[in-house]
């Protein structure tokens, strides 16, 4: 540092504390002074405190005694209380090999010597221990769906997490299932979950089987390390879709040939959703499938309509018409089914009837004739109907003829000119029954041959007449 008049050299003197050695002391102070200074000459010294350990020194203080013969001018920092010659600095806490710095300016303002002496102080450092408190937590919370059938499974997803503030081991989550429900065939729960970390979760889905319907209620508890937790009670209602079914014809009794209609109605009578829903009927042989309703697929004797969802209590009207075949019951069943739900079996039936037809025709085959000659009358008896004729009876009346022979379905009997055919008991749809008569001429002239036809299904008799001409 220099002065207007003369150059001053600086030097440093030091000293630690407690001990005087550096490597045991804790503080270490430092001050550089000029050697020599000029009467009322302004001058700088300066005090340099340092922190020598890794610790931090606490309420460290610095004190200067100001000598008579100096004159302060201005401290940097400024101190900060001064008690007659003493001037004090608070530092504060020194961190560890912190260094402060102050300077001081001034002048001697006298021609004695300037002895400035420097001590200090600091707290000796607390040797402490901490430990450190934690408060371990579990939370554990169960999701369940509200409502399933009781063909699916029913998934329980499972959060479990660590919400304290401490590392968590050997987690386990547990729940005792109730009556009806298993997990892989057992009646409990458990998840070996493992640990977590603070704030750390664990997700689980545990899918259960429901062996019946009903309401179900889930619950799990998970434990680790002394603590626990229990979740909320989930309930599940498991049900299950039921479905009726009905059938019924548009008339009890039809004829071959004739068309009827068919409605089978489908219902889900249950609170659940009948998904998949599939209706088949089936004719029997005696049934001609004519037209079908709701775009369902005939094939053979089978329809089968794919309704899809039916809502809880909705129903579905469905129809078809057939055309009678033969003769006989006619026979419709109805089934439905739909996923998770027992089929549902319904039945309709109506008669078909055929109606019998029957056509009489004669002719003679050699007319006309000589007189004493014999004719041949051939009697044809037709069904044209659907249904069989019952008990038919055939007459023949001569008119100048006389009985030879017979041959046909059944045999005659003669009484004068009566020729009574014994009764025939049936006669199939388009089915045919014939007779041939002889007979011989026994007058001249336009005679007539006359048939007499009756049979149950007739309401009156049916007469038919062929002329043979006799010479």
């Known amino acids: 540092m220099k002065s207007a008049s003369a150059e001053a050299g600086y030097e440093t003197l030091s000293i ?9 002391s804790a503080l270490l102070i430092e001050k550089i002074y000029p050697r020599v200074v000029i009467l009322n000459n302004i001058y700088k010294y300066v005090i340099h405190v340092t922190n020598l350990t890794d610790l931090s020194l606490k309420n460290v203080t610095l004190s200067e005694v100001i000598p008579d013969g100096f004159q302060l001018a201005e401290a940097n920092p400024n101190y900060s209380k001064k008690s007659g010659q003493e001037v004090i600095w608070a530092l504060g806490t020194l961190s560890p090999n912190e260094t402060r710095t102050i300077e001081l300016t001034g002048k001697a303002g006298s021609k004695n010597d300037l002895p400035c002496c420097t001590s200090a102080d600091y707290d000796i450092p607390s040797f402490c221990s901490t430990t ?34 401490s590392y968590l081991g050997n ?81 009890d009794e039809i004829y071959i040939g004739r068309p009827i209609d068919f409605t089978i109605n489908v219902k889900n009578v249950s609170s659940e959703e009948a998904v ?8 029997s042989g005696n049934l001609n499938l004519k037209s079908v309703s709701d775009n369902g697929q005939a094939s053979g004797r089978g329809i089968v309509w794919d309704v899809g969802t039916l809502g809880k209590n909705a129903s579905k009207n469905l129809s078809f ?17 739909a996923i998770c739900a027992e089929a549902a079996v319904a039945k309709s039936s109506a008669s078909i009837e055929g109606i ?27 069904n044209q109907g659907t249904a069989t004729a019952k008990n038919i009876d055939v007459v023949a009346i001569l008119d100048g003829m006389e009985y030879v022979s017979d041959t046909g379905d059944t045999k005659a009997s003669v009484s004068g000119n009566k020729v009574d055919f014994a009764t025939l008991p049936r006669l199939g749809a388009h089915r045919v029954a014939q007779w041939k008569l002889t007979t011989k001429g026994t007058k001249t002239g336009d005679l007539r041959f006359k048939i007499i036809m009756n049979s149950d299904d007739l309401t009156t008799t049916v007469e038919e007449t062929e002329s043979t001409f006799v010479y």
Not at 17 to 24: I, K, L, V
Not at 183 to 199: F, M, Q
Not at 321 to 337: L, N, Y
């Open 16 to 24: 630690a504390y407690p001990t005087g050695d550096r490597s045991t």
């Open 132 to 165: 450190s408190v934690v408060q371990p937590a579990i939370s554990i919370d169960l999701d369940a769906p509200s409502s399933v059938t009781v063909c699916e499974e029913i998934p329980l997803t499972i959060t479990v997490k660590n919400v304290g503030d």
């Open 171 to 251: 987690v386990e989550v547990t729940s005792n299932l109730p009556s009806g429900v298993s997990s892989l065939g057992k009646d409990k729960i458990n998840i070996r979950a493992g640990s977590l970390n603070a704030d750390e979760s664990k997700r689980y889905v545990v899918r259960v089987k429901p062996q019946q319907t009903g309401s179900f209620r889930f619950q799990a508890t998970a434990q680790a390390n002394g603590v626990s937790d229990e979740s909320s009670t989930q309930t599940t209602n498991v049900g299950q879709p039921e479905l009726t079914i009905s059938a019924r014809s548009s008339r």
């Open 321 to 337: 018409t057939a055309v009678g075949i033969d003769s006989g019951k006619a026979e419709v069943q109805a089934e439905a089914r």
């Open 276 to 283: 998949s829903t599939v209706v088949k009927a089936l004719v």
């Open 356 to 382: 019998p037809a029957l056509l009489l025709e004669v002719i003679d085959i050699d007319d006309p004739i000589e007189l004493g000659n014999q004719e041949t009358y051939i009697i044809t008896v037709t």
